[in-house]
């Protein structure tokens, strides 16, 4: 006792004022109480009304002073014709209509004693990867046929592609060689790839560029192959032909609603993605196949000690999701519930055609031409509608095509990202209808 009294002053020696405002403070308490006692039920009844305003008001408060990010259609209000329309990441919140109409399809309850672990299953060799997660993979696999699963691969899971990416880059890495290993991707590449790979200035990988200037000789490397490409979504293999290479084949759009399913991928290491196969970018949940298991078991110990494990919350959820999907389109539909990959087809294919009869009637821009091919899902001969426009400007005069949609309030990625010339930029074709239409609109009018 006497180390505390040294340590404190007594309350009887101190100054009235802290007294004081030691007194306001607890009025203020008691009556901040009292406040929530008698509007209890206020809020109870108006729940909806304050989530809505409380979603707005976070827009707000997380936009910069230009008020470049999107204003959101909130309890049924328009966008304003001067609103800036920025489609220059990749949110996939075109899906949430599909959503809203599954309902407790989609749905998870979780009790709070649930999911209270670190591990999942110590017999795993992702020993954080939910089982429930882990077989609704492998059954969706299965359902699409776009890449296998039932000859032994692991699956690692990831808090998005990127992680797993990262954690690719790892596992593929001597951990005692002179330098570090080249990591490279064809251009027009993800623009992601280079601020990623050197992000932690690794001695163990450093980016390299283009790949197609890569000399492929006897030194290690690492080549990213991304099919469909983001951002111009065309069909890519593996280019370098060295004898020291691995690849890392990132798959997040090799699905129905893309691009025709052609072939069951079978590379070594495969990575998805639940934002952009299902349109939940704020699960953050991805997954790798795997064919070598000490890479597996490499990709998980990198996650380990990154994050140690993933959010078993955002497993179940992304589970439920899954299920949901391969449900629909395995059973009957009898409630007149579209099944999602048709959907999905069907929204980018009329978003396709529309963009494309605005280029056409403008001349000013130009957009990639896609084969058609036939897609084993679907049974028939379907056309490529990529989740990203790669858009060229076609004006005399205008190099930097980023900067001039954005001084008519288009925000969009500039081709210098992606590896490529300023003439290019890639739009986002996945978000919500009113922004989309916005877009069109506005580009129609330049």
């Known amino acids: 006792m006497a180390d505390l009294e040294h340590g404190f002053p007594k309350m009887a020696k101190a100054p009235r004022f802290i007294m ?35 979603a707005e008001h976070l827009n707000h408060m997380a936009a910069p002073a230009e008020h470049h990010i999107r204003e959101r259609r909130i309890s049924g209000s328009a966008l ?29 309850v979780i009790p709070g004693w649930k999911t209270m672990s670190y591990f999942s299953d110590v017999r795993s060799v992702c020993w954080f990867l939910e089982t429930e997660f882990a077989n609704e993979v492998r059954r969706l696999h299965r359902l699409v046929g776009n890449a296998k699963v039932d000859d032994g691969r692991s699956i690692v899971v990831g808090t998005g592609s990127t992680q797993l990416f990262q954690a690719a ?12 290993v080249n990591v490279v991707s064809a251009v027009p590449y993800y623009s992601s790839y280079p601020a990623v790979t050197d992000f932690l200035k690794s001695r163990l990988y450093k980016w390299a560029g283009d790949a197609c200037g890569f000399p492929g ?13 983001n951002p111009d979504g065309f069909t890519r293999k593996a280019i370098v032909n060295g004898t020291c290479g691995k690849t890392v084949h ?6 129905p609603q893309y691009t025709a399913i052609t072939e069951e991928a079978d590379h070594d290491i495969m990575l998805f993605t639940v934002s952009k196969s299902t349109g939940h970018a704020g699960m953050r949940i991805g997954w790798a196949l795997v064919k070598d298991e000490e890479v597996a078991k490499r990709m998980t110990k990198f996650i380990e000690l990154n994050t140690i494990g993933v959010s078993k919350d955002s497993q179940l959820r992304a589970a439920r999701i899954l299920k949901a999907i391969s449900d629909g ?3 009957p539909v009898t409630d007149g519930t579209e099944r999602f990959f048709e959907y999905g087809r ?21 957009l990639p031409e896609f084969t058609p091919a036939s897609c084993k899902f679907a049974g028939e001969t379907t056309e490529t509608h990529p989740a990203f426009a790669w858009l060229k400007c076609e004006m005399e005069g205008v190099e930097d095509c980023e900067s001039y949609l954005k001084s008519h309030k288009i925000l969009t990625r500039s081709g210098k990202h992606f590896g490529v010339d300023i003439k290019h930029v890639r739009v986002s074709m996945l978000d919500k209808d009113e922004i989309f239409d916005l ?8």
């Open 217 to 229: 000789d006897d030194s290690p490397y690492i080549e990213l192959v991304t099919s469909p490409n």
């Open 250 to 255: 990132d798959l997040a759009y090799y699905w």
């Open 80 to 108: 304003s014709s001067d609103s800036v329309v920025n489609l220059d990441h990749g949110d996939p919140t075109m899906f949430e209509s599909f959503w809203r109409t599954v309902g407790e399809r989609s749905t998870i």
């Open 20 to 54: 004081g405002l030691i007194f306001l403070a607890s009025l203020a308490l008691n009556l901040i109480d009292l406040e929530r006692h008698l509007h209890r039920t206020d809020v109870s009844t108006s729940k909806g009304v304050c989530l809505e305003a409380e």
């Open 329 to 331: 389109h395995e059973w």
């Open 169 to 180: 880059l790892y596992a593929l890495s001597p951990l005692d060689g002179p330098e570090p």
């Open 346 to 366: 069907r929204m980018m294919t009329d978003r396709w055609e529309r963009l494309r009869e605005v280029v056409r009637s403008t001349g000013r821009f130009s």
């Open 439 to 446: 877009f069109l609109e506005r580009l129609a009018n330049l």
